[in-house]
């Protein structure tokens, strides 16, 4: 594995977080996928958010003692620290929660994901409301999202939106990843510009609209 991913978690250390998540934030918090989608917003978005912003989103209850606070709070560094270096690499992967169908089985869910992505673009609507006014090509970056967050009711438009069929919401789900990449490319690319950042500070959301047509995926799990 190459040194930077070694930053990514074990499966047993994103467990740890998983429980201690479902443990202090079943009622209101974010999930383990909710705090993967919050941070991925975040971190490919058109200006970092720092912890102090975001930590106060995730963290609900105070912690039971210094050693569970640095242990919880050195998880959280590392697993955001990892998101930038797994896009780099093209490694990255949504984390994704589960839900009971009605055949008795699970399947992957983007709800919860989807609800911190969107908290995550909440935390600087006023760059992409901006920028979505301006710019078709991030909205069509965007779309994939879009439409899994509708489904998920994450996100709130006044379209009439079709409710997607299983393969249709399989598809969504593995253009994720390549959606990610590319808008972290995105605004790599095309940064605020300086009247962005002046036309900034008011406190805003996004409700966002869905562009007509849909893109093809493949899985990339």
């Not at 930053?7 to 977080?17: F, G, I, R, Y």
């Not at 009971?100 to 609800?115: E, K, R």
Request: a negative charge; hydrophobic letters at 40%; charged letters at 25%.
């Amino acid at each position: 594995m190459n040194d930077d991913l070694a930053l990514s978690l074990t499966d047993a250390e994103l467990d740890e977080l998983d429980l201690f998540l479902r443990r202090h934030n079943s009622d209101d918090g974010p999930l383990l996928d909710g705090v993967h989608g919050l941070l991925t917003a975040l971190l490919i978005g058109p200006e970092r958010a720092r912890p102090d912003e975001w930590l106060p989103e995730v963290l609900r209850e105070p912690f039971a003692d210094a050693a569970e606070g640095s242990r919880i709070l050195s998880l959280l560094a590392r697993l955001s620290d990892s998101i930038p270096l797994e896009i780099e690499h093209e490694r990255y992967e949504p984390i994704l929660g589960e839900v009971d169908t009605d055949a008795g089985d699970s399947a992957l869910s983007a709800a919860g994901w989807c609800h911190g992505f969107a908290q995550g673009i909440n935390l600087r609507a006023e760059f992409w409301e901006l920028r979505l006014e301006q710019d078709a090509e991030l909205m069509r970056l965007l779309n994939p999202v879009v439409v899994l967050a509708i489904e998920s009711g994450a996100l709130e438009t006044d379209d009439s939106v079709a409710a997607l069929d299983d393969a249709e919401y399989d598809s969504y789900l593995a253009q994720l990843p390549e959606t990610v990449g590319a808008l972290a490319e995105y605004w790599r690319v095309h940064p605020p510009t300086t009247r962005e950042q002046a036309a900034t500070g008011s406190a805003s959301s996004i409700e966002f609209r869905v562009p007509p047509g849909r893109r093809g995926g493949r899985w990339l799990h």
